[in-house]
């Protein structure tokens, strides 16, 4: 009796370090989402509600949707261990394109996006070239792809603004899917998206639950899982409100989520995936492996060019019109997002979620210090420290583990 | 004799390990003490200890050094008192010279300004010292990791050393370059020089050892007083296992059946310096079920011949032709030589053969992912599973297949990239040095896998440069010299004079 007692005690010891030890192993993807969340109640507070009023959410949708999906593909170029500085003057550069076909040479909409899509993935196609044959360094053959479009883009533009475009090209980005319910106020259209997200988010996280027990894998303790999807599952309820009743959900928001899922999709669960996060780990050790590691780093800018490509187009139909000074510097911006999403410089790690996350963290503090009031200056030192804070956590998360 | 060294009780925790539990050990001036013990004895940390790259306070108990309590809180401090510590990962910087890299933190310089004349003057005494002759202003990624070995040693000799520490001096040296550095070691000796010598082979231990102390489980087993004693390698390994080792290779039944694979007039260039020839019209065969073994020295070109077959992952130029089962295969790629049935087992486990962050799971099915996928989704499931009968299969101790690779010792490394290559069903391996700075229990379990293999009726090519491994583990032997094939004896010829005789009347 006394032995079975005993036992039990031990049990429930072991248990409770485990969650201690659950806790710090995975205190990253616990401490972004944390970090999101306060950050938002902080500003929540200081602009004394204006941050998650319905029209300000929208806007921070629309904001940044553009560094969001550039991040998709910065992550899988940095998980594949190399970077790509050119974004924001590619993005400029595929705006202005855009700008000059449609209101210039009076090319169709959708004649337009075609060509600009197809011009991304070429300019990441003569990137990617370089770096995944030749090995010259992605740092330099980007950073000349970076001059050499912000060149081209003031070029095609003659230094001049070019606008405005057609209601139907800005729809790709200040649009609204329309209530199919024919409420309009709350849109229950959106609403009924988010449920149904609600819902398969959590029908995916109980399947890999059991099929993770099924495999004896050592899983999330139940009261994470329960607190981390109520939190998943309340954001996106309380987001999708939010946007309902205002105008409802931004076409933006629909293509930066179909985006975001694919790619989430493609890192964790193909081989294609696989095979870049072991490209980015050990470049040599996955080559000798078969792993066809030159035309996967191709590959990697490839896609870069195509999403930078569809980013140029959404920014250039929000603001109506290809300006010079479209995405100046915003791959910085972009870079640092994927920095703060835990990826790691030397290739190999890093997580779309993680990405997404950390663009709304940067986004987020954009919004809140600028309706605060906050003048340009202090927020960039603002914005620094954070990417300084977030890659410190990490080391030193990594040195406690090690 | 005075003692010069003594470390008094010491014991070191990590959290939630004892590394180091009240160990004692010392050593007397002028002589060579052999430190031996499995992986994870503790060797390394009670030299890092005793360096101070755990520094005084990290630890309990006393060190005494030369007659004072030493108090090192970093390799600075040690080094300063003659203690050089050279490590299994070699400290050299590669894309700088021999010179530079012997005086790297202790220039020959006044007022910082490096006077190159006295630098490679130095440079050249000390090269020739330990025996080799490159230039000083030769880059050391341009030499072979042997003959960093020797730089490290010399860079040692630079610093006034009165300590030797050398941690597994001779893992990467082939059989004549280990005899060389051993024959150094008590060169120096002579000179008044102690060392501590941190080695996984016996023989080489019972050769130089004047003590020998076994550490088990971060324990003192046994010091052993060798001088002018003949202290049998079963001695050593019982202390070390704790246990009797009858054999150190297992019994193996010869059954090679038909030629499986075979290979003729491969000829290889250096990838750079395309005129210089590095494998040279090379013909030989496999047959199924047999291991067949590459002895030759450092440099001789296996670890080239092997990369070159498996995918042309090296060199130039390359001619010849290579049949499995009498088909002609292509190994213009790596994908297509694991289609045509090779797998190669790298020399270096952490550099070319593992992705160290990465898990144990996602390690095993790299080579082979479309085998766990459908339409290039992977079932998840199904590689939890795949991974999970390897470390049975394999004996791979881990708490979870989902750790990182970085955490097991260098046995239970080689068994996950053995797996990796199983996984991929090849009609033939190559394994280069397969059980390189692996300790002797694990070196068992390796041997016993690669009998598994070969009575599978699979093929494989063992290179090695421990000769007594070669010896004890193949069918049939080639040996390589200088590119070239310059003989092939059986396992009933086979002895290392006969080995060493082929490669030296070349």
Redesign the interface.
């Not at chain 2, 550099?351 to 990465?358: A, C, S, T």
């Given at each position: 009796m006394s032995g079975t007692f005993s036992q039990d005690q031990e049990q429930e010891q072991s248990a409770k370090a485990s969650l201690g030890h659950y806790l710090i192993t995975h205190m990253r993807e616990y401490g972004l989402l944390f970090a999101l969340i306060a950050i938002m109640v902080f500003f929540q507070i200081v602009t004394d509600g204006t941050l998650m009023k319905p029209i300000n959410i929208t806007n921070l949708v629309l904001q940044n949707s553009y560094i969001i999906i550039m991040a998709l593909g910065m992550l899988v170029v940095i998980v594949g261990g190399n970077i790509d500085l050119s974004v924001g003057s590619v993005m400029g550069f595929v705006g202005a394109l855009a700008a000059v076909m449609i209101v210039k040479w009076h090319w169709s909409v959708e004649q337009t996006i075609v060509a600009c899509l197809g011009c991304g993935i070429l300019i990441g196609a003569a990137q990617g070239y370089w770096v995944a044959y030749w090995k010259i360094p992605s740092f330099i053959v980007t950073l000349a792809g970076m001059l050499v479009f912000r060149g081209a883009s003031l070029w095609l533009l003659e230094g001049q603004s070019i606008g405005p475009f057609p209601r139907s090209f800005q729809s790709l980005s200040t649009g609204f899917i329309p209530d199919f319910f024919g409420v309009g106020r709350p849109n229950m259209t959106a609403l009924a998206a988010g449920a149904l997200i609600v819902a398969v988010v959590l029908y995916l996280g109980l399947a890999k639950r059991s099929r993770n027990r099924r495999y004896g894998i050592t899983d999330e303790p139940m009261a994470f899982f329960t607190v981390r999807n109520a939190i998943i599952a309340g954001a996106i309820m309380f987001l999708v409100y939010s946007l309902s009743t205002f105008r409802g959900l931004p076409n933006v928001l629909i293509t930066m989520g179909v985006l975001t899922i694919v790619y989430a999709f493609l890192t964790e669960q193909t081989t294609l995936g696989r095979r870049i996060y072991a490209l980015g780990g050990n470049a040599k050790a996955a080559k000798l492996s078969g792993v066809p590691t030159e035309r996967l780093t191709f590959l990697t800018f490839v896609n870069m060019g195509f999403l930078a490509a569809l980013a140029g187009l959404i920014f250039a139909a929000r603001l109506n019109t290809a300006t010079p000074k479209a995405g100046f510097a915003l791959e910085l911006d972009v870079i640092a997002a994927v920095f703060i999403g835990g990826a790691s410089m030397s290739g190999g790690v890093g997580t779309i979620m993680g990405a997404v996350v950390g663009a709304f963290i940067m986004g987020v503090m954009n919004n809140g210090m600028s309706i605060m009031g906050i003048g340009i200056d202090y927020q960039q030192i603002i914005k620094g420290l954070v990417l300084l804070a977030a890659v410190i956590f990490d080391v030193y998360n990594k040195q406690k583990q090690g | 004799m005075a003692a010069l060294l003594e470390m008094r009780q010491i014991t070191k925790t990590f959290p939630g390990v004892r590394a180091l539990d009240q160990v004692s050990f010392s050593v007397e001036e002028g002589e060579i003490h052999a430190l031996v013990g499995e992986n994870g004895a503790g060797k390394s940390t009670l030299m890092k200890v005793l360096s101070g790259i755990y520094p005084f306070g990290s630890y309990e108990g006393e060190i005494h050094y030369a007659g004072q309590l030493a108090s090192f809180n970093g390799i600075k401090d040690s080094e300063r008192q003659g203690i050089i510590i050279i490590h299994q990962e070699l400290a050299l910087v590669p894309l700088l010279s021999i010179a530079e890299n012997i005086f790297l933190g202790n220039e020959c310089a006044t007022a910082g300004i490096i006077s190159w004349h006295d630098a490679f003057t130095r440079t050249e005494t000390l090269l020739k010292k330990v025996g080799l002759t490159e230039a000083p202003s030769t880059k050391v990624d341009k030499l072979g990791v042997g003959k960093q070995q020797l730089v490290e040693i010399a860079k040692a000799l630079s610093k006034e050393v009165r300590l030797l520490i050398l941690d597994e001096p001779t893992a990467a040296l082939s059989e004549a370059d280990s005899q060389a550095l051993l024959d150094l070691i008590l060169e120096l000796k002579t000179q008044g020089v102690t060392s501590i010598i941190i080695s996984h082979k016996l023989n080489e231990v019972r050769r130089v050892a004047d003590t020998i102390t076994v550490l088990r489980d971060g324990a003192t087993v046994s010091t052993i007083d060798a001088r002018g004693r003949d202290i049998s390698e079963d001695r050593i390994v019982r202390d070390m296992v704790g246990r009797d080792m009858a054999h150190r290779y297992p019994d193996r039944e010869r059954r090679a059946g038909e030629i499986l694979f075979d290979v003729s007039n491969w000829n290889v260039t250096h990838p750079e310096h395309t005129d210089r020839s590095v494998v040279k019209d090379v013909s030989f065969h496999v047959r199924a079920g047999e291991v067949v073994g590459i002895a030759g020295l450092m440099g001789a070109g296996r670890t080239e011949l092997a990369m070159s077959l498996?995918?042309h992952?090296y060199g130039r130029n390359i001619t010849g032709q290579a049949r499995l089962m009498g088909k002609e295969l292509n190994l213009s790629s790596?994908?297509s030589?694991?289609k045509g049935g090779l797998a190669?087992v790298?020399e270096d486990r952490k550099?070319?053969?593992?992705?160290?962050?990465?898990p144990i799971h996602?390690n095993i099915t790299?080579?082979n992912?479309?085998k766990i996928?459908r339409a290039?989704?992977?079932d998840?499931?199904q590689e939890?599973?795949v991974a999970?009968d390897y470390r049975k299969a394999m004996n791979i101790r881990t708490p979870?297949v989902?750790q990182k690779v970085m955490n097991l010792s260098g046995g239970n490394q080689q068994k996950v990239v053995l797996s990796?290559w199983l996984f991929t069903d090849p009609q033939v391996l190559i394994l280069d040095e397969p059980t390189r700075g692996i300790d002797v229990g694990a070196k068992f379990e390796i041997y016993n896998i690669i009998n598994d293999l070969s009575r599978e009726g699979r093929g494989v090519i063992m290179i090695s440069s421990e000769m007594s491994e070669l010896l004890g583990m193949c069918d049939r032997i080639y040996v390589m010299n200088e590119g070239a094939f310059v003989g092939e004896l059986t396992a009933d010829e086979a002895s290392q004079e006969r080995i060493m005789s082929l490669i030296v009347t070349e």
């Open positions: - | 498996f995918g992952s790596v994908p030589a694991i190669y790298t550099e070319l053969g593992l992705i160290i962050e990465e996602r790299l080579a992912l479309p996928a290039g989704i992977l998840s499931s939890a599973q999970e979870s989902f990796k």
